[in-house]
């Protein structure tokens, strides 16, 4: 039998602690070993988290968009190495950033196209242009594109080809394949999930993935009663800590509304509202070699091959170290476990997954059968405090 | 022949050969499947080494120590990446030393702080320093003066020694080399500050009560002095001496005979407990300890390969070091015939263990001699233990 004892105390201790909520479910083989609800969904309204909320997912949408990319993958939809420009023609000319000695930066065409591998495995290039966590990003690239996107962002709502289309024009910060630089992949992925699919991304998915998985509590988009199972979007006010008194505020509706809305009306592409039990079910697919239910969604083999680092030990070292990512390599769209001594990660070398900006984590443990999904929402998200405790106190109550 | 008699032969044979007495347990599933005593607790009044003997423990006081602190660790009461100035303020501003290119050792500030992790790997920078002794390193040298006010004062406790080893600096850059020592009075210190108590309690409450370890204590209490091995010097012509008395003086009850983190006693049967948990992912008896998966990290391997140099030596061949054990990464170049990921500890008075969860075996061996001859008795005992394995 095991015993969760301890992760309920460390999840009631997050609460205690000032953050707002948060929920957590372990399944193994198809089996929820623990679930459970912390805190409060809306404070000011004392309404309890319950398995009915939902949570911003951000770029925990990740591993949902890039799985369905790689079941295109095994269905022989593209093949890795793919120019981009197949696809979007706009890209066929890609220049990128070359800095001089005396600093000067050279724009200069690239020698080989983005591949689809790049825009898979991060390595094309591209950051994103807009706040990160806390800071804004800072990065020439990223400087040129928040330039070029200038006119778009302007409107009110843009598409994510037209996005995509402008970005297009942006010289990349290295030669594709190079390096490994969080961001614009993202989108460029999702365009493609578009192309092939022939719909909106946000649609692929919910047919690729969230339906045939009973994720009926999931999507992209606003939809039935999500909008008022919705937890308030707490954010942290500048200069208070977590645990202050009055340190929470809510930011006004329509900053929300640019991250969340029916389908059609957030620019771009738009990222996921789903909850613990949703994504559990998902994550338990990945961890046990793509059968939900009996149901086969994707290839064991093809889930092996996602989880496979792709980045050389030279990429880890400079692009993918810092204390939250320590011990991982990165595969295609999710982080796998390499090294758990200096990841002081008591899960299994091959565990995989990816962490939401707004404070959602989850990870597969395919020689376990075991998924981890863990949610709270609040900006800045404070992951390393939280993730990596809930992770090793999570792993440790396995029997 | 049984083949356990080869182990009985052997054990025969140590004491034939002129160790006072030892003790050997192996466990298998919780099954106790060798169980052998040998020689004299005391030598002139002809007492034997039995079940009820107790042994000084010295370093293998890691296993608990270390296995305590994974048990915090995924309680989430720290990250591995914590720096160890949150814990204890006065290790701030670390300093190491450099060797210059004229020759010069100067010291300069780390790059970066001592961790969590560099404590729990041996990986800090500080050696042990336990006497006034000349030497000529430097980093005992700084050490020394750290720790003459104390060593003055006759006796300190455990929060004292952290402090006022806190000013001397390391001998390379905080995780970057293995060096064996002073990282575990830092590790004992850290359980007092996460549990705000004294590390026995904690020891008491996290492992001795729940794994029926009644014998297992750093203080004397009932009978437990009676039925101490005695503790021999081996001569250079090969007699054995007494000389408990100076080395045992740390376990009378009395904060006068208080010297940092005190090491623990035990028999065979009570670490035995200790390392079938380790051995069966972390449950004894039904009751869960500790985490599987906690203890697999635990047992990983943290070494590169220049602190797999600074590790290795004729008897830790074919291991590399986790977080506070040794962890067998290589059979063919440690000659040993265990499982790889079989982990566990020495003792400076002669006592070993280790645990293979591969097997579900734990073995605990003791015996309490200065020199301990570790090379001689702990190898050869190690294979004829594995041998046995059915």
Redesign the interface.
Same mark, same amino acid.
């Given at each position: 039998m %095991?015993?969760f004892k301890?992760l309920d =105390? #460390?999840l009631h201790?997050f609460v205690e602690d000032g953050l707002p909520g948060c929920s957590c479910i372990i399944a193994k083989r198809g089996e929820i070993l623990y679930e459970n609800y912390f805190g409060w969904a809306d404070i000011e309204c004392r309404k309890p988290l319950t398995r009915q909320h939902v949570f911003r997912q951000a770029s925990l949408t990740k591993i949902a968009m890039y799985t369905v990319a790689i079941m295109m993958y095994e269905q022989g939809r593209f093949l890795m190495s793919d120019p981009l420009y197949e696809y979007f023609p706009e890209w066929r000319n890609s220049t990128k950033m070359v800095c001089r000695e005396n600093g000067d930066v050279d724009i200069v065409p690239v020698e080989h196209p983005i591949t689809i591998k790049h825009i898979l495995n991060m390595t094309c290039g591209l950051p994103y242009d807009m706040i990160m966590g806390d800071s804004p990003v800072q990065h020439p690239t990223s400087h040129a594109m928040a330039k070029a996107m200038a006119p778009l962002r302007e409107k009110a709502y843009y598409t994510l080809r037209e996005q995509i289309r402008v970005i297009s024009q942006v010289p990349l910060a290295f030669e594709p394949g190079t390096r490994w630089l969080y961001g614009f992949a993202s989108e460029l992925t999702a365009g493609l999930l578009e192309v092939i699919g022939g719909k909106p991304a946000e649609q692929v998915i919910r047919d690729m993935l969230f339906e045939p998985l009973d994720m009926h509590s999931s999507a992209n988009y606003t939809f039935g009663d999500i909008q008022e199972r919705l937890v308030k979007n707490y954010h942290i006010k500048s200069g208070k800590k977590l645990g202050d008194h009055d340190a929470l505020m809510i930011p006004p509706a329509e900053r929300d509304a640019k991250f969340v809305g029916p389908l059609g009306t957030v620019p771009g592409f738009s990222r996921v509202i789903t909850n613990c039990r949703d994504y559990t079910k998902f994550m338990q697919m990945l961890a046990n070699g793509g059968v939900y239910n009996g149901r086969h969604i994707l290839g064991r083999k093809t889930i092996d091959l996602m989880r496979t680092n792709t980045l050389t030990d030279k990429m880890i070292r400079e692009d993918f170290t810092n %204390?939250y990512l320590?011990g991982y390599g990165y595969g295609y769209g999710v982080r796998t476990l390499m090294d758990? $001594? *200096?990841g =002081?990660?008591?899960? %299994?070398v091959g565990a995989f997954g990816w962490t939401g900006g707004s404070g959602t984590w989850a990870e597969a443990d395919p020689s376990?059968g075991v998924s981890i999904v863990y949610m709270h929402n609040l900006q800045p998200n404070l992951e390393? $405090?939280h993730h #990596?405790?809930?992770r090793? *106190?999570a $792993?440790?109550? #396995?029997? | 022949m049984a083949i356990n008699s080869y182990l009985d032969m052997l054990l025969k044979d140590f004491i034939d050969g002129g160790l006072p007495g030892c003790a050997l347990q192996i466990t298998q599933k919780s099954k106790t499947i060798y169980e052998g005593y040998f020689g004299y607790s005391d030598i002139e009044k002809k007492i034997p080494v039995t079940n009820l003997s107790v042994f000084r423990q010295a370093s293998m006081s890691k296993i608990p120590l270390y296995t305590t602190l994974m048990i915090l660790?995924?309680?989430?009461r720290f990250?591995?990446?914590d720096p160890i100035y949150k814990y204890f303020p006065e290790w701030k501003d670390t300093r190491k030393y450099v060797k210059e290119s004229n020759g010069y050792v100067k010291a300069v500030p780390t790059e970066g702080p001592i961790t969590v992790?560099d404590i729990l790997?041996m990986k800090c920078g500080l050696p042990y320093c336990h006497s006034p002794s000349k030497t000529e390193n430097h980093t005992i040298q700084a050490m020394q003066a750290c720790m003459q006010p104390l060593w003055d004062k006759g006796h300190y406790t455990l929060r004292e020694h952290t402090a006022a080893m806190s000013q001397g600096p390391l001998a390379f850059e905080p995780g970057s080399h293995w060096i064996y020592g002073f990282a575990s009075e830092l590790s004992a210190g850290l359980i007092e500050v996460l549990c705000d108590k004294p590390i026995d309690d904690v020891f008491q409450e996290l492992l001795f009560d729940p794994l029926e370890m009644h014998d297992t204590r750093s203080h004397y209490f009932g009978d437990i002095r009676d039925r101490m091995v005695g503790l021999y010097r081996k001569t250079p012509d090969c007699k054995l001496e007494p000389c408990n008395s100076i080395l045992d003086a740390k376990h009378l009850p009395g904060p006068e005979n208080e010297a940092g983190w005190a090491r623990l006693f035990s028999t065979v049967n009570d670490f035995s407990k200790l390392m079938q948990m380790l051995a069966n @992912?972390g449950v004894y008896n039904g009751v869960?300890i500790? @985490?599987?998966?906690?203890i697999?990290?635990m047992r990983?391997? @943290?070494l590169n390969e220049v602190q797999q140099r600074d590790f290795e030596d004729n008897y830790n061949a074919g291991y590399g070091y @986790?977080?506070g054990v040794r962890t067998l990464t290589d059979r063919n170049k440690g000659n040993h015939n265990g499982s790889p990921g079989a982990f566990g500890w020495t003792g400076g008075f002669g006592t070993w263990c280790e645990a293979d969860p591969a097997e579900e075996v734990s073995i605990v061996y003791m015996h309490n001699m200065i020199p301990n001859e570790e090379v001689y008795y702990h190898l050869r005992m190690r294979n004829a233990a594995y041998g046995c394995i059915k």
């Open positions: %095991s015993d301890h =105390q #460390l201790n %204390s320590a758990s $001594y *200096t =002081q990660h008591n899960g %299994s376990e390393e $405090y #990596l405790r809930m090793a *106190t $792993y440790g109550c #396995l029997e | 660790y995924e309680r989430g990250l591995m990446n992790r790997s @992912g869960r500790m @985490g599987r998966k906690t697999d990290l990983t391997n @943290g @986790g977080y």
